[in-house]
């Protein structure tokens, strides 16, 4: 049973940075394809971000250019980083373990809990 908890959401103004950390309990991201999904209340959950074992990325077009997907398998853990938050953004962020790259949320074998991260206008 993997294990993900999230950390470093908040609350920030339009235009500002955070970085999400998601550490796994076990030696996760080499043997796994890991993922950031985002609910904004009312909305599905939806993919953000994704990484496979190898390297390989995807971005939702909403945050391409604006957000980075990162890993550190020696800390077990996997980063992203949001620049030039919008409103928009505001949402539950996710982190999310996959048997294959670019999952679905019905699809993900273990979800963190979540962190929220807020944008004022």
């Known amino acids: 049973q993997v294990q993900l908890v999230e950390s470093g959401g908040g609350l920030v103004q339009a235009g500002d940075s955070l970085r999400l950390s998601c550490a796994a309990s076990?030696?996760?991201?080499?043997?796994?394809?890991m993922a950031w999904f985002r609910q904004a209340p009312g909305k599905d959950r939806e993919a953000v971000a994704a990484?496979?074992?190898?390297?390989?990325?995807y971005y939702a077009d909403s945050v391409k250019g604006r957000f980075g997907i990162s890993k550190d398998n020696a800390k077990n853990t996997m980063y992203l980083q949001m620049n030039s938050l919008q409103p928009e953004d505001t949402a539950v962020y996710y982190c999310?373990?996959?048997?294959?790259?670019?999952?679905?949320?019905?699809?993900?074998?273990?979800w963190g809990k979540g962190t929220l991260v807020t944008v004022s206008s």
């Open positions: 999310a373990v996959c048997g294959v790259f670019r999952c679905s949320s019905g699809a993900v074998d273990y």
């Open positions: 076990e030696r996760t991201f080499s043997r796994y394809a």
């Open positions: 990484l496979s074992r190898f390297g390989s990325i």
